[in-house]
């Protein structure tokens, strides 16, 4: 047998099933690195040129760039990719004109999604669709699968916040989304569109309350966080706001990584996060010694302990005792800056904190060298949401559904009554032809019978219809069939 042959047939065979391409080998192109589209997924291959790597799908594809827009393009991938494609395609602020007021560049300019553990973010997206379809969809049935696009708008001021979150909702349910705008740019020139959504219809009606709340407080915790943040830059501070433990339950790590687009601290997340001890714990332990001694066995030198006073003197034992934060609460401004004057005389290590009835009416006032946080309740408990909208791409409809200011009242003398008269006509012609036919059946001998609640066989009756018009359009006024 030759051998030879077979093996140069089989290779043949194999070239011919990859098509003209499976002729060509090329290699591995530098330029791809920086090519629109290829460059946030592609990856080389250790010790094979010939091959490139989807850092997202997890897969290889040949060294060729048809293959390579090719893939970026199919579903899979656009799936496999979800958020990080979306921000990828994100355009930056300078192709955007956004206008505002504001001249803040500070937290919001970081890469502030790395700080979500996706694990988190994806377990809360599950729990938050669930708890909105927690059995059928009915209005789903209606739509179905159709694959369409729909838009977000952003119909009043604000930042926009919560994108990680509204990536994940419609990852979960398999659709795209391509912001228009990166996370943190303010929204002050409005109504404007934010994103689109690619899938399919009934998932992105199921995501698109869960996406349109998430946005909504989000952007107001941000938009809110960004004004405390403007007036500490107007003014020179350079200390922290901070936010508080004041969170909606169930959606604080939504609220907290807000404050943090919108330039402010968190504070604690939880309880876990610092060793904070208030009037109540002072008060149950006897004194502030003994509470910072407790807390220091268990917390250890690796958790810093705050201490909540009302006075120099409480502030004092703290700080003696070895607390790192002294909160000075519910003092007024000159009474807390003078507070905090003598504290930093005494101890200059010492970070004080200023926190109680804090709002943007009265923070600057609060603004003082010798002051390094202050922290507000109303960046998470007191802020206006957001408005934003997501409306389904459909030809002759506005997605900005503008407000309705008039209305075309109508009459029963308005209606054309000959349109009414002509469905009604041909609903009881198509009827009356169903009865004549039932009719000619059983003058024939082919009457049908049914069981009575007894048994007895009864004889079918066909109804006599009589379809009447103001204007006779039957003729004879009256006009049935038996």
């Known amino acids: 047998m030759n051998t030879g042959y077979h093996k140069q047939r089989s290779s043949a065979r194999s070239l011919s099933k990859m098509g003209k391409w499976g002729k060509y080998k ?8 920086d090519q629109p589209g290829i460059k946030d997924w592609i990856a080389r291959v250790p010790n094979d040129d010939t091959k490139v790597m989807c850092r997202y799908c997890h897969c290889r594809l040949r060294a060729h760039n048809h293959d390579l827009q090719r893939h970026a393009k199919t579903s899979k991938h656009r799936s496999c990719a979800g958020p990080k494609a979306s921000m990828a395609n994100a355009p930056t602020f300078e192709q955007h004109s956004v206008s505002g007021p504001s001249t803040y560049s500070g937290m919001s300019s970081f890469n502030i999604p790395s700080v979500l553990h996706p694990t988190a973010v994806q377990e809360a997206v599950k729990r938050w669709l669930l708890e909105d379809t927690p059995s059928f969809d009915y209005a789903g049935f209606v739509v179905g699968d159709l694959e369409e696009t729909a838009v977000i708008i952003c119909k009043s001021p604000g930042v926009l916040a919560g994108v990680p ?6 990852h979960e349910l398999d659709c795209w989304v391509q912001w228009k705008y990166r996370e943190g740019a303010e929204l002050y020139d409005t109504p404007c569109e934010v994103a689109t959504v690619s899938g399919r219809a009934r998932r992105i009606l199921l995501g698109e309350r869960i996406a349109l709340n998430i946005l909504a407080r989000a952007s107001g915790v941000a938009n809110k966080a960004r004004q405390f943040a403007q007036m500490a830059t107007d003014h020179h501070w350079h200390g922290e706001i901070a936010g508080s433990r004041k969170t909606t339950p169930g959606f604080r790590m939504v609220e907290k990584y807000a404050l943090m687009v919108g330039g402010v601290s968190t504070h604690r997340y939880d309880l876990s996060s610092m060793i904070m001890l208030k009037d109540n714990h002072i008060w149950t332990a006897g004194s502030i010694t003994k509470a910072v ?3 220091r066995r268990v ?5 810093k302990i705050e201490v909540e006073c009302r006075s120099v003197p409480e502030a004092t034992e703290a700080a003696l005792a070895g607390a790192e934060i002294v909160m000075l609460d519910n003092f007024d401004a000159q009474a807390a800056k003078e507070a905090a004057s003598n504290l930093k005389d005494l101890f200059p290590q010492l970070i004080i904190e200023v926190s109680g009835g804090v709002t943007e009416h009265n923070i600057a ?3 003082s060298p010798f002051i390094n946080v202050i922290s507000s309740s109303t960046l998470t408990q007191g802020y206006p949401v957001v408005d934003y909208s997501l409306k389904i791409l459909k030809e002759g409809h506005d997605p900005r559904n503008p407000t309705v200011t008039s209305i075309q009242r ?5 209606m054309d009554p000959t349109h009414t008269l002509n469905h009604s006509v041909t609903d009881a012609v198509s009827v009356m032809n169903i009865l004549s036919r039932e009719a000619s059946a059983s003058r024939d001998g082919n009457q049908s019978l049914v069981q009575g609640d007894r048994g007895q066989d009864l004889e079918t009756t066909t109804v006599t219809i009589i379809t009447t018009t103001e204007d006779n359009v039957l003729d004879g006024g009256e006009q049935g069939h038996n």
Do not use: H, I, P, R
């Open 26 to 33: 090329k290699k591995y192109n530098t330029k791809w690195e």
């Open 165 to 170: 979150f509204v990536e994940a909702v419609f």
């Open 293 to 295: 001694n407790d807390a």
């Open 299 to 303: 917390g250890g030198f690796s958790t």
């Open 365 to 367: 006032q609060l603004f």
């Open 410 to 414: 109508l009459s029963m003398e308005s």
